[in-house]
Structure formats: C-alpha cells, structure tokens
C-alpha cells in the first residue's frame, strides 16, 4: 500500500504540482528568488532583522534561524545518502531543481502566511497554511484548511518526528555500537522531559547549536572539496549525465534519479509542505515580502549548499561504488565517507552533527504539531499531554524500525500535506503576485524598506490589527518618503 500510494504521489501527482507553483510562480513572479538573491543579504544585514517588538514577536532573524533548524535535519545527512543510494548520483541534480524552485515555493507561502497572519488578544500571532487557506479563500474552503492541519499533524508530528529518531539510532548504531533500542529510550527520555517542560529555554539552547554545527558541517565539507579539488569536475559531470540516465548502470536510471531527487530534496528543504509558513508568520517585518524573501534563503542554505555538501562528500570517496550492490546504505554510508575522507573520527562528527540536527527538528516538529492541534483545540491539556506521550512514544517506535517503513510512511504523509498545499498555492497565485508587486513598486519607487499597508487591500480580509505600523517605522517612513519622488509620497 505504501508503494503504491507512493508511485502515484510521486511519479505523477506532486511531479505536476511542484513544477506549477515552483516554476510558475518563478515566471509569474519575474524570477523573484533570483532578483532578490543579493537582498537576502541586506534584510539579514540590516537591523530591522533582529529587531523584536513590544509583544516579543520572533524577528526576522530569529524566524530564519528556527526555520533552518527545523529544515536541516537528516534529511541533508541521511536522506542524501539514500537519494544517491536508490536514485543514483543524478538524484543530486534534481535535489538542486527542486531547491532553486523551492525558493520560489518558499517565497509565495510565507509571504501568504505573513499576509494573511491573525493578532491574538495577547498581541501575539498566529499563522500558516490553515490561515491562509481559510481567509484567503473564504469560508467555503475551509474543510482543506482542516485537512491540511491534519496532514501536518500526522506528518511532522509522527511521520517525521519517528524518521528523525531512526537516523540518530541507526548514525549512533554505527559510530558507537549503541543498540538502536538505546538509543529510542535514551533519546525518547530527553524529548519527553523537554516537551513536558522547559521547551522554550531548549529550544533557545538548540537555535544556538544547530547554526554552529550546520557551520562546522559545512567547513568539514570545504575541507574535503579542497582535498579532492581535482576530482570535483569528473563528479559534477557524473551527476549531470546520470540525472538523464546516461549513465543506465548508476542507480534506477533516470526515473529513479528524478523520482528520489525530488522526494528527498522536498523533504530536507520541506518547500511546498507549508511547515515554513507557521512560523515566518508569527515574525515581526515590515512588509510580507521581507519574511518570504528571508524565507527563499534557507531553502537555498538547506538544499544547495548543505545537501550538496553531503553529496559530494560521498560521491568524492572511495565507499560508493554504483557498480556493486551498495551494502553501505543511508546514513553509515555518509559516516563511512566522511571516515574515508578525515579519518574514524568522522563517523563521530557526523553522528554528533546529526544528533543536534535530528534533535533541533523534533522540537520542531513538535511545535507544529502542537500548532496545528491548536488549530481545532485550544487550552485543551488533556490532549496535548496525549500528544506529547504519542511523540514519545514514536520516537522509541522510529529508533526500532527499519529504513523502509519509516521512510515509506513519511513520504506518503508528506507527499499528502504537500498535495493539499500546494493546491491551496495555486489557487492563491494572484494575491501572492500582488503582495509582490506592492513591494516591487515601492523598491522601484526608491524606498529602500517597504512597509505594507493593509488598509490599502481592504478586499483581501486582511487583519488590520496585525499589520498595526509601529510609530518607529512610521516615522521613518517619513524620513525615507521626505527624499522620495512624488509617486512614492502619495
């Protein structure tokens, strides 16, 4: 059953979907992801980016960094190995397409999710997919926002919270000689003490860790680069032709490249699935695009520069062979590279990065499940002290269970919550687009930070009381305008 609900999400249905709104929206919207590349760089240069409100709201800052560590995780450790296992080294390639149109994916749902965000009566936010669907297109859509909060239940809060925990049991396995029922318990232990408890003040702890270990992670992977610089060429060649099967000996052949490049890729950058959104939404920036051009940049870090660096580690070894029956599968195969590479204590590196990362992700994945529970039920302990002993739990069923399971169940889940997402995109395209056209005229118009007015798009049903103008900004909104041309002053 899983097989089969597999074959046609992903050899059929997801394949069309993701290809409409990621390269849809990447034409309608004049290659936003690519226009805006350099003005990543200055949203998170400037000040406003760190800046919290009088409620405390996440910045902007704060929002890309949670994101990521919710993004990295082992999909970018274990999931690439079984990319390159199953699909070959062209499912690297098609990893990449799928991340540089997920950048355009990424920009449209948080953009939506800063767009149509609700004030609460405590001045916090709330949003994501459910709110956007709901409000953005109306009542009578509302049952899809139900079913999205479902499928987000199910699957960041079991599917992907179990697969987190067989890749530290199985990483921890293989470095360590831990039993993977250890492992579970030991594991299942910390997360339990830490949603039962202080989840917030770990959560802070793990928003510290995860960027410095996604830092080392990548310069391990520099280091390798430069070590096996002559050999890069003959590897990117490799991936290029196998990813149109004109190496028939790697791999599954060139639907299998594409089948586990696009699957693994969607599951490390989560790009379509709308995780994203519920927490860019709750950021405080002045104008929606802000969020979801931040938003497009961790897509980027996650699969083009972390996976890749994964990638390469392995393809430059001497453990994969495409030519034997690959023995070295998933996760031991990027610790038997990078031991390959540096040395026995590379297997201890790469299980301690991935601990942090699985880690980090399973708060994370927690949080929204939680999130989309709160969606239905609010103030209702008796079910989420349910939930939270249902997580547990998975996370000692995901450590025992094998490879094919767990990930078989996870794509299914995943592929589900993606399919009623991006429907809901779709269908969102225009406000999406005019969302961006406000920011884009105000750019053209000299103003070198938008604000969004809300009270100037009284038909989307926006909230007014979310998108308040801080008196700071609108004073500098009159510093900037006083220099401004005529245009840009009315």
């Not at 960094?65 to 690439?80: E, M, P, Y």
């Not at 961790?298 to 023995?327: H, K, Q």
């Not at 053209?444 to 049903?461: E, L, S």
Request: hydrophobic share 50%; with cysteine; charged share 15%.
């Amino acid at each position: 059953m899983l097989d089969f609900l597999n074959d046609l999400l992903w050899g059929k249905v997801l394949l069309v979907l993701l290809i409409a709104v990621g390269a849809g929206f990447t034409v309608a919207s004049r290659f936003v992801q690519f226009r805006y590349f350099g003005r990543m760089f200055q949203i998170l240069g400037a000040s406003q980016a760190f800046k919290r409100d009088k409620h405390g709201h996440l910045s902007s800052f704060q929002a890309l960094v949670l994101s990521v560590a919710g993004r990295v995780g082992g999909g970018n450790i274990a999931g690439v190995a079984v990319a390159i296992t199953l699909g070959g080294p062209g499912a690297v390639f098609w990893m990449w397409m799928v991340g540089l149109m997920g950048m355009a994916t990424s920009f449209l749902e948080c953009t939506l999710a800063q767009t149509y965000k609700e004030a609460e009566p405590d001045g916090t936010y709330r949003g994501g997919p459910a709110y956007y669907i709901r409000k953005g297109l109306g009542s009578r859509w509302s049952w899809l926002a139900g079913l999205y909060s479902i499928l987000l239940l199910v699957t960041f809060g079991f599917g992907f919270t179990a697969l987190q925990s067989y890749a530290v049991a199985t990483s921890f396995g293989d470095a360590f000689g831990v039993p993977v029922l250890y492992s579970g318990l030991a594991l299942a232990l910390l997360v339990g003490l830490i949603i039962f408890g202080g989840i917030k003040r770990i959560a802070r702890i793990s928003e510290l860790l995860v960027p410095f270990m996604a830092g080392g992670y990548i310069l391990i992977a520099l280091l390798v680069l430069i070590l096996n610089i002559g050999e890069l060429p003959a590897v990117i060649t490799l991936i290029v032709k196998s990813a149109f099967g004109l190496e028939p000996a790697i791999g599954g052949g060139i639907g299998a490249a594409i089948m586990m490049g696009v699957k693994r890729g969607l599951f490390s950058n989560e790009a379509g699935l709308g995780s994203a959104p519920n927490v860019a939404a709750v950021a405080y920036v002045p104008h929606p695009a802000n969020q979801g051009i931040v938003q497009a940049f961790s897509v980027f870090i996650d699969t083009v520069i972390i996976c890749s660096a994964t990638a390469f580690m392995i393809l430059l070894s001497g453990v994969y062979d495409p030519a034997s029956t690959n023995e070295v599968a998933g996760i031991a195969l990027t610790q038997a590279s990078m031991a390959d590479h540096v040395g026995e204590w590379g297997r201890t590196f790469v299980s301690l990065a991935l601990l942090l990362f699985a880690f980090s992700t399973i708060l994370y994945n927690y949080y929204l499940g939680e999130n989309s529970l709160n969606f239905f039920s609010r103030d209702n302990h008796t079910l989420f002290n349910a939930f939270r002993v249902t997580i547990v739990l998975l996370v000692c069923w995901g450590a025992t269970t094998d490879l094919g399971t767990v990930f078989g169940f996870a794509d299914v889940t995943m592929g589900l919550l993606a399919v009623a997402n991006l429907i809901a995109l779709i269908l969102l395209f225009k406000p999406g687009l005019r969302i961006l056209r406000d920011f884009d005229g105000q750019i053209r118009d000299g103003i070198k930070q938008p604000i969004f007015d809300a009270t100037q798009h009284p038909d989307m049903d926006l909230d007014p009381k979310a998108w308040e103008i801080e008196p700071e900004d609108l004073e500098r909104m009159h510093d900037v305008l006083g220099n401004a041309p005529d245009r840009a002053r009315q």
